[in-house]
């Protein structure tokens, strides 16, 4: 049942290729005498870090720091995003302040968090909310600029304005990019969580440094992998969402 | 029902220098008229059709409908668009209950409505399809049943078979003109192609430069349902005097 569940989502290129992958990973780490662990090594550290509960609580702390960085991300970005695209205005006006943010650094920008937010909760969901935020709302802008003015048009005759013209055209219209958007600016919060974290030495960031301190590259590795396993999960639930409800905009 | 009429019509787009798309054009369309405008691209004919839509407004002049100047769309004027404008998210059912859905109708009447329409264009099977399902001549005739769904006084066509291939073209034309025949609906049609304007209007009016140039009264006998009227002396002569008019406008038909 789940393996041809997971043939019909899965390629059999795509298959191969990670079952390749992973082949030169193990026999690349055994030929070079652990000098990267082979993928066996840093899958038996993966389940030693959750066995021993050393996993659990960054995995907690993390979750909470990337939910609500990413909620409050797409609490802000997306109607900004939406206004930028709706408005010519709107996108003069705030389009210079998130073109500038977006192209700066969020991480030169940590240090000075720090000193502002402290190392509390509210340092974590600032990096967090920062990553994402202009990702969600240049991506939701460029859905909004892209809908179809035929179909605004269409909308208006037929007897929307205002609100439900924007209810009832604009937004079904943009739907596939605020997924889009939201896949994006997930996948961004889990960096943010992990950069902020390193910077103060706490949860995935602390150990990481201490796995690195005792040359542990194998669990180190092993939270890696937990960490894309993270977004890849996160991003695949969005895609199906965008499948499920937006999948008229693929065709 | 309602008469049309453009008194003076005036749009200037001052995008970049200004541009006037119509320049003073006037003419009237009498209750259950069906007149379509011809012209070369640019010859403001389009716009025509937006401002009697409500989607453009004039900047001198007025477009009258029941005597009334037009301010804004309204559920006695529909529109058939020449890209069809179908909302891809709604299936066939859907968009032609769009109208119904604006004006209040209650679910299970815009039901009803909808799929009326849906049969009359041919298309009962395909209420539950999305557009993106059809081909292009099915996608214009839902365009058609969401505009024919809100009951027009007025039904605006701006080059709706223009995206079509020749074949689904002369069907549409026909199955237009059987509706119209029927329902007396007043009739803006917007084309560039000669044939159809004679096959359809009661009346052609020529536009060139933001002008009305010419005003043909075309006398073929309703129904005109058959193939042969493109044959007659009669067609081939109104189609050369329109021609000659376009020319001079400079389309090079």
């Given at each position: 049942?789940?393996?041809?569940?997971?043939?019909?989502?899965?390629?059999?290129?795509?298959?191969?290729?990670?079952?390749?992958?992973?082949?030169?990973?193990?026999?690349?780490?055994?030929?070079?005498?652990?000098?990267?662990?082979?993928?066996?090594?840093?899958?038996?550290?993966?389940?030693?870090?959750?066995?021993?509960?050393?996993?659990?609580?960054?995995?907690?702390?993390?979750?909470?720091?990337?939910?609500?960085?990413?909620?409050?991300?797409?609490?802000?970005?997306?109607?900004?995003?939406?206004?930028?695209?709706?408005?010519?205005?709107?996108?003069?006006?705030?389009?210079?302040?998130?073109?500038?943010?977006?192209?700066?650094?969020?991480?030169?920008?940590?240090?000075?968090?720090?000193?502002?937010?402290?190392?509390?909760?509210?340092?974590?969901?600032?990096?967090?909310?920062?990553?994402?935020?202009?990702?969600?709302?240049?991506?939701?802008?460029?859905?909004?600029?892209?809908?179809?003015?035929?179909?605004?048009?269409?909308?208006?005759?037929?007897?929307?304005?205002?609100?439900?013209?924007?209810?009832?055209?604009?937004?079904?219209?943009?739907?596939?990019?605020?997924?889009?958007?939201?896949?994006?600016?997930?996948?961004?919060?889990?960096?943010?969580?992990?950069?902020?974290?390193?910077?103060?030495?706490?949860?995935?960031?602390?150990?990481?440094?201490?796995?690195?301190?005792?040359?542990?590259?194998?669990?180190?590795?092993?939270?890696?992998?937990?960490?894309?396993?993270?977004?890849?999960?996160?991003?695949?639930?969005?895609?199906?969402?965008?499948?499920?409800?937006?999948?008229?905009?693929?065709? | 029902?309602?008469?049309?009429?453009?008194r003076d019509l005036v749009k200037t787009y001052d995008a970049g220098g200004s541009v006037r798309a119509l320049e003073g054009v006037?003419?009237?369309?009498?209750?259950?008229?069906?007149?379509?405008?011809?012209?070369?691209?640019?010859?403001?004919?389009?716009?025509?059709?937006?401002?009697?839509?409500?989607?453009?407004?004039?900047?001198?002049?007025?477009?009258?409908?029941?005597?009334?100047?037009?301010?804004?769309?309204?559920?006695?004027?529909?529109?058939?668009?020449?890209?069809?404008?179908?909302?891809?998210?709604?299936?066939?059912?859907?968009?032609?209950?769009?109208?119904?859905?604006?004006?209040?109708?209650?679910?299970?009447?815009?039901?009803?409505?909808?799929?009326?329409?849906?049969?009359?264009?041919?298309?009962?099977?395909?209420?539950?399809?999305?557009?993106?399902?059809?081909?292009?001549?099915?996608?214009?005739?839902?365009?058609?049943?969401?505009?024919?769904?809100?009951?027009?006084?007025?039904?605006?066509?701006?080059?709706?078979?223009?995206?079509?291939?020749?074949?689904?073209?002369?069907?549409?034309?026909?199955?237009?003109?059987?509706?119209?025949?029927?329902?007396?609906?007043?009739?803006?049609?917007?084309?560039?192609?000669?044939?159809?304007?004679?096959?359809?209007?009661?009346?052609?009016?020529?536009?060139?430069?933001?002008?009305?140039?010419?005003?043909?009264?075309?006398?073929?006998?309703?129904?005109?349902?058959?193939?042969?009227?493109?044959?007659?002396?009669?067609?081939?002569?109104?189609?050369?005097?329109?021609?000659?008019?376009?020319?001079?406008?400079?389309?090079?038909?």
């Open positions: 049942m789940s393996v041809s569940r997971r043939r019909r989502e899965l390629s059999p290129a795509a298959v191969v290729g990670v079952g390749a992958l992973l082949l030169a990973w193990e026999v690349g780490g055994r030929a070079t005498g652990n000098a990267l662990p082979p993928v066996s090594d840093v899958a038996g550290a993966l389940v030693s870090l959750y066995a021993s509960g050393a996993m659990l609580g960054p995995l907690a702390g993390g979750l909470t720091r990337l939910g609500l960085g990413f909620l409050a991300a797409v609490a802000v970005g997306v109607p900004v995003g939406a206004a930028m695209g709706a408005s010519d205005a709107a996108d003069a006006t705030l389009g210079t302040y998130v073109a500038v943010l977006f192209v700066t650094s969020v991480s030169s920008l940590l240090p000075f968090l720090i000193l502002l937010a402290g190392t509390g909760l509210g340092f974590h969901v600032s990096v967090v909310f920062l990553f994402a935020v202009f990702h969600v709302a240049l991506t939701v802008r460029d859905g909004v600029r892209s809908v179809d003015p035929g179909l605004l048009r269409a909308g208006r005759v037929f007897g929307a304005d205002g609100a439900t013209l924007v209810r009832q055209v604009l937004l079904p219209a943009s739907l596939p990019f605020l997924l889009a958007a939201l896949r994006v600016g997930f996948v961004r919060a889990v960096k943010g969580v992990v950069v902020a974290e390193l910077w103060i030495y706490a949860g995935f960031g602390s150990l990481l440094r201490s796995f690195q301190q005792f040359s542990r590259t194998d669990a180190a590795l092993a939270v890696v992998v937990q960490l894309m396993l993270l977004a890849v999960l996160g991003s695949g639930l969005i895609r199906a969402a965008e499948r499920r409800y937006a999948g008229w905009g693929a065709r | 029902m309602a008469d049309l009429a453009a006037s003419f009237d369309v009498a209750d259950g008229e069906f007149v379509v405008v011809v012209g070369p691209s640019g010859s403001g004919k389009s716009t025509l059709l937006s401002a009697f839509a409500g989607l453009v407004e004039p900047t001198a002049g007025a477009a009258l409908v029941g005597g009334e100047p037009v301010e804004g769309p309204g559920p006695d004027r529909a529109v058939v668009f020449q890209s069809f404008e179908l909302f891809p998210w709604r299936t066939a059912r859907e968009n032609v209950a769009f109208g119904l859905e604006r004006m209040g109708v209650p679910a299970d009447e815009r039901r009803e409505r909808a799929d009326r329409q849906l049969e009359r264009v041919g298309l009962a099977d395909h209420a539950d399809r999305y557009p993106g399902t059809l081909s292009g001549g099915q996608q214009q005739r839902v365009g058609l049943a969401r505009a024919l769904a809100v009951d027009p006084d007025v039904l605006l066509m701006d080059e709706p078979f223009g995206a079509l291939d020749a074949r689904t073209r002369a069907t549409q034309r026909r199955e237009l003109l059987h509706i119209w025949e029927r329902e007396g609906t007043t009739v803006l049609f917007v084309t560039h192609d000669i044939d159809e304007a004679l096959l359809l209007g009661d009346r052609v009016l020529v536009l060139g430069g933001g002008r009305l140039v010419d005003s043909v009264d075309v006398g073929f006998e309703r129904p005109r349902g058959g193939r042969d009227l493109e044959l007659t002396d009669e067609f081939l002569a109104a189609k050369r005097r329109l021609r000659e008019v376009l020319r001079g406008v400079g389309e090079s038909a």
